[in-house]
């Protein structure tokens, strides 16, 4: 029988051989098992949100959804104790219930704890860090089927590179993760010139908790988000506008302008006037709806994270490249920030990283435009988003990441055969 699996962007896709779907820690090992004695490689996906091939299943499939509890709470320490295949969005829901919250999130919910923490995903803000630095320990199944319980004080050097694993040492089941007490944020969304943005970045991100923007491409013109914690009770939208603002304008509307764009590109930078006008929105809502929407258009994305000084002049490069190419470009271009970390294979270890991410409707030809945008970001030592696309391999990415080599020798460790690879794997990781 013949299984199919695709990810959410559509643009991979592949038949495994074998399918299992673990509803223990116990099913996990016997899977491993089962697939080294019949010499299959296995790999564990999760919702399919990375634009990458890292999670493409060749030949055993583990799909992680079913181990999906939550195990143990400790809101005194701020801790919790989960099952690595839960969704994002049903633990946010879950830690709201008891008056809890992750830290920070990504602009979606939709991925499960172990895909996001496995490839370095972040959100904005230059106080909080990328999501796998609040992993307190994790245990993991092995190639042998052995299971390890890794934290700063078990097994630490693989809790130290496991935290960012890229799905390469190991089947994790569960994390200990740290969590803080419930928080509002205060939201102002509003347009702003391009050219204020740029040279008011670094004061925007020391100023507001949370800052984002998005310059949209063809125009002087970007959206901005600033958010901030307040003690003040949540004032959402009303529904309605949410639905007209966040469903229709974004979503509905501008997949229709993606539509007609995909078909006669030479109207997009009409279009793309359009979109300022989207106008200034105020509200407080509890931190993960303000920090996730919904996403119904489909796209490809590449994101780069970089130093944060080198923005205004990646920026501006990237600007007179779609200019000098004449590409017309559908979709704004967002720039976020983060704190460092010490995790070997984050995107922002060692140092406080901005991050610029392009993105093509789905069905347009994304290579010119990715290929153009990484060459200048790879000029300012630019790391690229394992789950977004890219075209890095293993010897370029090793000396952009201090810690990378430290990486390998704990999967050589623990996956001396492969059983854990697959293509991405080799490319980034050379085997
Ligand atoms: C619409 C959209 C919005 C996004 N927004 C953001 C954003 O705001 N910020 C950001 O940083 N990224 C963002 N991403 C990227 C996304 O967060 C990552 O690609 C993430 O890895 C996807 O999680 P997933 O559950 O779909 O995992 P998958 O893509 O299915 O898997 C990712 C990796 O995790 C491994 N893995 C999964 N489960 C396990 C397990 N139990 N044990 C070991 N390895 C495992 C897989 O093998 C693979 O290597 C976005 C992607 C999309 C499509």
Redesign the pocket.
């Known amino acids: 029988m013949t299984r199919k699996w695709r990810?959410?962007?559509g643009n991979q896709h592949s038949r495994p051989i074998a399918l299992a779907r673990p509803k223990t820690e116990q099913d996990v090992v016997d899977a491993v098992r089962r697939a080294t004695q019949s010499g299959m490689r296995v790999?564990?996906?999760?919702?399919?949100?990375?634009?990458t091939d890292?999670?493409k299943p060749d030949e055993m499939m583990l799909d992680?959804s079913s181990l999906n509890a939550v195990i143990e709470i400790d809101p005194v320490n701020g801790v919790v104790r989960v099952q690595?295949?839960i969704v994002l969005s049903e633990l946010n829901m879950y830690l709201e219930s008891h008056g809890l919250s992750m830290p920070n999130l990504?602009?979606?919910t939709y991925?499960?704890l172990?895909?996001?923490m496995?490839?370095?995903?972040?959100?904005t803000g230059l106080l909080r860090t990328g999501l796998a630095a609040q992993i307190l320990g994790f245990k993991m199944v092995v190639a042998t089927g052995e299971i390890i319980t890794c934290s700063t004080e078990e097994n630490q050097e693989v809790f130290h590179c496991g935290r960012v694993?890229?799905?390469a040492l190991?089947?994790?089941?569960e994390y200990s993760i740290r969590v803080v007490p419930l928080f509002n944020l205060h939201a102002v969304e509003r347009p702003m010139l391009i050219s204020d943005v740029v040279s008011q970045f670094e004061q925007l991100i020391k100023n507001n908790d949370f800052f984002e923007f998005y310059w949209i491409p063809h125009t002087k013109w970007a959206l901005t988000k600033a958010n901030n914690v307040t003690n003040l009770p949540a004032d959402p939208p009303a529904r309605f506008s949410t639905w007209i603002h966040k469903i229709v304008l974004e979503n509905i509307a501008f997949g229709m302008l993606c539509r007609i764009g995909r078909v006669a590109p030479s109207l997009i930078p009409r279009f793309a006037t359009l979109l300022p006008g989207a106008g200034r929105v105020e509200f407080v809502n509890v931190s993960h709806r303000v920090f996730s929407s919904k996403?119904l258009v489909k796209f490809y994305?590449m994101e780069y994270s970089i130093s944060i000084s080198a923005v205004g002049r990646a920026l501006n490069e990237i600007m007179q490249m779609i200019e000098q190419r004449d590409l017309k470009i559908s979709f704004p271009i967002e720039v976020r920030s983060t704190g460092a970390d010490d995790i070997p294979l984050s995107t922002s270890t060692g140092r406080e990283s901005a991050y610029i991410a392009v993105h093509m409707y789905q069905g347009c030809d994304y290579d010119e435009y990715f290929k153009a945008v990484e060459e200048i970001l790879v000029r300012y030592e630019g790391r690229p988003?394992w789950?977004?696309l890219h075209y890095m391999d293993g010897t370029q990415l090793s000396s952009l990441y201090p810690e990378y080599q430290r990486f390998i020798e704990v999967r050589n460790q623990l996956d001396p055969e492969g059983v854990f690879t697959n293509d991405y794997l080799r490319r980034v990781l050379g085997r």
Do not use: P
């Open positions: 990810n959410w962007a790999k564990a996906t999760g919702s399919g949100h990375s634009f890292i999670s992680m690595s295949g990504g602009d979606v991925q499960t172990a895909g996001a496995s490839t370095s995903t972040h959100g694993s890229l799905g190991g089947i994790i089941t996403r994305e988003h789950g977004k």
